[in-house]
């Protein structure tokens, strides 16, 4: 499967690309980078600290994935919706990892998948996925009785919050619940708050050093506690469950897949 890797010079985009090397199946076939980019004209290869490629970066998006088979996308909602329409035009498959997505984004996305087959998570390991399967049984499970919080901390960098991941496990929560977690969750906390409200379920973000992702989903009852967690030592977690999303998506009909579906936890 011919991929290429948008974001190609950043910290994912070369976990990415080395991860291609190493995949059985799966073959380097372009590198996108925003224009004036100092990685631009490099061998991706090289620049991910891999062996030669022959491919060279570039900021044409639209002849880099001419003969490709699929996108690997971490980027910026504004990048990702632009590869989504280019995506849908060649008929390929597109991997969204990319996080701040927002509502029309989403949307977006949907329209594309009526001609491509798209695959988008908040995270894209196999953990932290299942993580996700495990957090909506126990919401399920425990009922309104455990109060719901979930705690996230990252690198400095980072420039959106809460995470992708946190608000994939609030939503697994949320559908454990059968309650909207728009309406249901609460993003921050400071001053005279009032009580927790009945069903909420909360967010804290913290950030700090070169933390790659850490989550820990807390369900607070009257005199027990259960906590489930995940934590990332390595990106490049991301990055294979990133390949083998877009190997499992190669062939298949457009539609608008996630993690869940690639790794079949839904049953």
């Known amino acids: 499967m011919r991929l290429v ?46 062996g030669k490629t022959g491919v060279t ?3 044409d998006a639209l002849s ?10 971490f980027t910026t909602p504004q990048t990702t919706i632009a590869l989504a329409t280019l995506a849908a035009q060649a008929r390929i498959v597109h991997i969204v990892g990319t996080t701040g997505l927002q509502p029309e984004d989403f949307a977006r996305l949907e ?3 009526r001609h491509a087959v798209v695959i988008q ?34 690198h400095r960098a980072k420039v959106d919050a809460p995470s992708g991941t946190a608000l994939l496990l609030g939503a697994a929560a949320a559908k454990g619940r059968a309650i909207d977690l728009e309406h249901n969750s609460v993003r921050s906390r400071d001053g005279h708050t009032g009580a927790r409200p009945e069903g909420a379920i909360g967010f804290a973000s913290l950030r700090g050093g070169s933390v790659v992702g850490d989550h820990r989903v807390i369900f607070a009852g009257s005199g027990e506690r259960l906590e489930l967690a995940h934590i ?22 457009p539609g608008l897949y996630s993690m869940i579906d690639v790794l079949g936890l839904d049953g």
């Open 121 to 154: 998570s908040g995270n894209m390991s196999l953990g932290v996925n299942l993580l996700a399967a495990l957090v909506e049984k126990a919401a399920r499970t425990l009922g309104p009785e455990f109060d719901i919080e979930i705690v996230e901390m990252h």
């Open 111 to 113: 329209a594309a998948a």
């Open 57 to 59: 970066i570039t900021a």
């Open 232 to 253: 990332a030592e390595d990106r490049s977690i991301f990055a294979r469950g990133a390949v083998k999303a877009a190997l499992w998506g190669h062939g298949r009909d």
């Open 5 to 50: 890797v948008a974001g190609a010079a950043g910290r994912m985009g070369r976990a990415l690309i080395r991860i291609i090397q190493e995949t059985q199946g799966a073959i380097l076939a372009g590198a996108i980078e925003r224009p004036g980019s100092a990685a631009i004209g490099q061998d991706a290869g090289l620049l991910a600290g891999g």
């Open 64 to 73: 880099a994935i001419v003969g490709a088979d699929g996108i690997l996308d």
